[in-house]
């Protein structure tokens, strides 16, 4: 424990005795010129370790100034501009397909985590990347958490694999479950430092922390870099709209809300991002996309095809006309203050103007201690503090609770109001829907619990 407290101070996450962000620079504005000037003294050695790590330097705006600039890098439609103000597709015409299948030498096939980094790749949810992190790229993103022209991004894309074969220039053809998904020009290769790279962008480089356990153990021992050429999007249960698809969804010149999510809806879910719609910060007329990533997660997380079907379930009961629904195929890595900022770059680029955010956002535990590896607020900080940047905002999630007299309420009103709260803890919900026992519908949606009973049966059936 005292090692693993060790890194995390020194990767930032930790400041003396208090979970803070690390120090940071501040500069005046967010404007390209600013953040090469950023990324050169990255480079130079002239931010301290501390400042270079987790937290690139900062940009403070107010609401008001990032607002006014949201309304500047609209597109033409009067949509959120995409993160380096480019939508990427990089989808070839059916046409050409053959001919660059043709082209490859070399073929790898793709794990279900690299499969999906290739779907955001090739559709531009990574916008503005066109292909997998060369070693420059990786390496200021892991340091830096910046790209090489000092633009954001959280975490670095790379294709991984443990071929001695593969070599740079070779054009090679990646496949997942007999699908030929896109073809990749390798431009390079090296052995990454990677308990350097979880120190860095996950606070820790301790396998108690199920990203570095995937770092270390499915990942190949090579990284490669290349542009990309996609040929055919994967084939899922669950249907994931492209940018492109949902952008046509949006409304023109209003807010647009992203709510992220793991796991099954709750009541109390809802009521935080339908409540999101009225912050102080949010313009009238927004609409809420309710964005669940739906690719791998943790070992002991809902399947994907299981909360797919929540999903749908409840879009059907609330038929609220102010949300829009659509599905990520995005592998989680649960790295907390970094992945927040990969959230929010991703859903700019599906046209969100808003981020929601709640406590230990894509936080998790230790393996062995169960310790947290983020502080409560660690995700929340770091992306209020880029928020600036990225031509966004952020809206923390109200704390509420379920009171006996008034229903759903905020924390505060019902202390207050000294009003009588209900709670269901996690453990106790999932005795009782494995045991039949009534749910109530102020903790869960009856249509959402019912598909996690079938759900539970399936998988009962199957082992018996």
């Not at 060369?134 to 694999?161: C, K, W």
Request: aromatic share 6%.
């Amino acid at each position: 424990m005292a090692l693993r407290f060790a890194q995390r101070a020194q990767a930032g996450v930790l400041s003396g005795r208090q979970q803070a962000p690390a120090p940071v620079v501040r500069v005046p504005c967010a404007n390209p010129a600013t953040r090469r000037n950023v990324s050169q003294m990255a480079a130079s050695g002239a931010l301290s370790l501390s400042s270079r790590v987790h937290q690139a330097p900062v940009v403070r705006c107010s609401a008001a100034a990032v607002q006014a600039d949201q309304q500047q890098h609209r597109t033409a439609e009067g949509l959120q501009a995409p993160h380096g103000d480019k939508l990427v597709n990089l989808m070839v015409a059916a046409s050409e397909r053959q001919a660059v299948i043709d082209s490859c030498t070399k073929t790898i096939e793709c794990s279900d985590r690299n499969a999906c980094d290739v779907e955001l790749l090739c559709v531009g949810g990574f916008s503005p990347l066109e292909g997998f992190m060369n070693q420059a790229e990786y390496d200021s993103v892991v340091l830096n958490m910046r790209m090489t022209n000092g633009l954001l991004f959280g975490l670095p894309i790379v294709l991984d694999t443990s071929s001695e074969d593969v070599q740079p220039g070779d054009k090679v053809l990646l496949n997942y479950q007999g699908t030929a998904i896109a073809a990749v020009t390798i431009d390079s290769k090296w052995t990454p430092n990677k308990p350097l790279e979880c120190l860095k962008c996950y606070g820790t480089s301790s396998l108690e922390h199920p990203a570095v356990q995937m770092v270390a153990m499915e990942r190949g021992k090579y990284y490669m870099g290349g542009s990309v050429q996609g040929l055919e999007l994967p084939s899922r249960v669950f249907p994931c709209a492209s940018p492109a698809e949902v952008r046509a969804t949006l409304p023109a010149n209003a807010d647009v809300l992203a709510f992220q999510c793991r796991n099954p809806i709750h009541r109390a879910h809802y009521e935080l991002f339908t409540r999101a719609l009225d912050a102080p910060n949010v313009q009238e007329g927004a609409v809420c996309l309710v964005h669940p990533t739906c690719g791998p997660t943790q070992d002991d997380d809902i399947p994907g095809v299981v909360r797919y079907r929540t999903y749908e379930v409840l879009k059907a009961e609330a038929a609220n006309p102010r949300l829009r629904w659509a599905y990520l195929p995005y592998s989680m890595h649960m790295a907390g203050p970094r992945e927040a900022i990969q959230h929010m770059i991703i859903r700019k680029n599906y046209g969100c103007t808003h981020f929601i955010i709640g406590r230990d956002m894509a936080g998790c535990k230790s393996t062995i201690s169960g310790e947290d590896f983020y502080g409560a607020y660690d995700a929340q900080n770091l992306a209020g503090d880029m928020a600036g940047e990225l031509g966004m905002q952020t809206v923390p999630s109200l704390n509420i609770a379920y009171t006996e007299e008034k229903g759903y309420v905020t924390a505060d009103v019902a202390k207050a109001e000294n009003l009588t709260p209900l709670s269901l803890s996690g453990t106790k919900f999932r005795q009782m829907l494995r045991g039949g026992g009534d749910i109530p519908e102020w903790f869960a949606f009856k249509s959402v619990v019912e598909v996690l009973r079938a759900a539970v049966k399936e998988e009962e059936e199957a082992n018996n």
